[in-house]
């Protein structure tokens, strides 16, 4: 019997970790694409990899993951096999290399001072003790470090140097986020020590992440017959056997909010389930122009709502709590604009002397927001109309006020953060004309960076927990030793670990880069940071 042909698998969760599960459950273990279940909530498949909108109405992403050359093995695997959406015989990774090879990122205007001159972002500042303290903490093991916080290991000092500046708003560290999540950075990353004032390591997709990456993929799986069932709330999970031997039997469900009515598969002996656990954009809440996004703090959407089920059920399935109670520790907020003129961006292309889609994060080291933004390459979405052109910005501080409007973030409506960004820039002069021609999309995200929440060991699920023998877990909240969150390669790496380690493929997972094992790469991180 063809025992590919029977096996079911069911997905709880439509981003990019599933998605890619499916696409290793088809091509490397053999299962069969109708086969294959995707339960999804939302109407759209991607997670928090998004981007919509139109010209009229305003564009939107509520971020954009920078993709990097050497770490992202997984991701690089993934997209080598999924066709792009205008050309079947070109990849999505060669697509993207070669949109990387004609569009090289190479920031001249990386840091900006409130003066509104550009700062010297090569000289990263460091002192001696900032080394000291560096050192310390890249030797420490996690076991030691445990749940303590970035600023338990550093001086002002450090948190005042052009360094941090650009590292956290790079990656969106809080000072009081994980240290052992800054530590598996500084490792993971290293190699960007030297081009971190440049960003020249970034890679990126031709379109935002949802148009270059999510619809291929997508596109992939449902011509391969695989099920994308929109409008399902999986509410429980139920489990057979003890920690030895342990089974999913059923995964039950609501359909559109409880109006389709209640339902559940029931998983057979050769069935298997992968379970995405929490979001880091759950309870998104947009503004517009005249109005400020809402900050949810109630947990409304119900993106936590099933891990905080299934932990009540065994002690090695995690602890939600570590990373959605402290909404304030966790949220920022981030804005895209939809401009029908291209004064601002020509202006902006003048004063950094990049053009759109080089010049990688632009940071106001200044501003009371910790406001950062990019111009992507145009067009940034696709059908995007040539005289349309977007930006995208957020800010790390919601709470403090800006300098120009004396609003907190958090209170400003889309306008009114267009106003202090034109201040950051000392672009006064065309305020009138961008104001008319421009849409600001605004989006408040409790809990974006919950992953970097200070945590003990046992506060993540493993991907495949103990004894295991028919589910695994998916997502930004589970646990691979050495991998960093709030990354699409932890997603993939952690898809593949689910599927070749539950089904026994016997293909070997891209080991996890790390710069200090290349000499030459170790050189030249450390002689940056040390000398």
């Known amino acids: 019997m063809d025992t590919a042909r029977h096996t079911r698998a069911y997905l709880v969760g439509g981003g990019i970790g599933a998605l890619a599960a499916a696409v290793f459950l088809i091509r490397d273990s053999g299962l069969h694409g109708e086969n294959i279940h995707i339960l999804e909530e939302l109407p759209v498949a991607g997670g928090s990899l998004d981007g919509g909108g139109g010209p009229e109405t305003g564009y939107v992403t509520r971020g954009g993951r920078m993709l990097e050359e050497e770490a992202y093995v997984c991701l690089w695997n993934l997209l080598e096999t999924i066709p792009t959406l205008d050309d079947e015989n070109v990849s999505v990774l060669q697509e993207t290399r070669e949109f990387n090879r004609r569009t090289v990122t190479g920031a001249k205007a990386r840091l900006i001072a409130g003066d509104h001159s550009i700062l010297d972002a090569a000289q990263l500042g460091f002192n001696t003790r900032d080394r000291v303290d560096l050192a310390r903490l890249l030797a420490l093991p996690e076991s030691v470090i445990g749940p303590r916080r970035i600023e338990d290991f550093f001086s002002q000092h450090f948190f005042d140097t052009n360094f941090w500046a650009m590292w956290r708003t790079t990656f969106a560290f809080q000072n009081w986020h994980s240290a052992i999540e800054l530590k598996r950075y500084f490792l993971r990353f290293m190699q960007e020590f030297p081009r971190i004032h440049t960003l020249a390591g970034v890679r990126r997709t031709r379109l935002n992440q949802y148009d270059s990456l999510v619809r291929p993929v997508q596109k992939w799986l449902e011509s391969r017959g695989v099920r994308i069932e929109y409008g399902v ?121 990049n053009a759109p889609g080089t010049g990688g994060l632009m940071t106001f080291k200044d501003s009371n927001w910790l406001m950062s933004i990019v111009v992507p390459a145009q067009p940034h979405f696709d059908g995007q109309p040539e005289d349309v052109f977007t930006l995208w910005g957020y800010g790390l501080f919601v709470d403090n006020e800006g300098e120009s409007t004396g609003k907190r973030m958090s209170e400003a409506t889309g306008q009114e953060i267009l106003t202090e960004l034109l201040g950051h820039l000392g672009f006064q002069d065309i305020a009138q004309e961008v104001a008319a021609t421009t849409t600001v999309t605004t989006v408040m995200m409790p809990y974006i960076t919950s992953q970097f929440e200070r945590r003990s060991v046992r506060d993540r699920p493993l991907v495949i927990p103990a004894g295991a023998a028919n589910f695994a877990f998916l997502g930004q909240f589970v646990e691979i030793p050495e991998d960093v969150v709030f990354t699409v390669e932890y997603s993939v790496r952690g898809a593949m670990h689910a599927v070749y380690g539950l089904l026994a493929v016997d293909k070997e997972i891209p080991g996890i880069y790390h710069a200090l094992s290349d000499p030459k790469t170790a050189f030249e991180a450390l002689k940056t940071a040390f000398s």
Request: hydrophobic letters at 30%; aromatic letters at 10%.
């Open 233 to 353: 709330t999986v509410t429980d999970v139920d489990f057979v056997g003890d920690i030895g031997d342990r089974r999913v039997s059923r995964i039950e469900f609501q359909r559109n909010g409880g109006n389709g009515g209640n339902g559940g598969y029931d998983l057979g002996p050769e069935d298997y389930a992968f379970i995405t656990l929490g979001s880091m954009t759950a309870d998104s809440a947009y503004g517009d122009d005249d109005t400020a996004p809402e900050l949810i703090r109630d947990k409304r959407d119900g993106g936590w709502t099933l891990w905080e089920t299934l932990a009540r059920k065994a002690e090695d399935f995690g602890r939600p709590s570590s990373f959605n109670a402290d909404v304030d520790e966790a949220k920022w907020e981030s804005f895209t604009l939809t401009m029908r003129s291209p004064a601002l961006l020509k202006r902006i292309e003048e004063f950094s002397g």
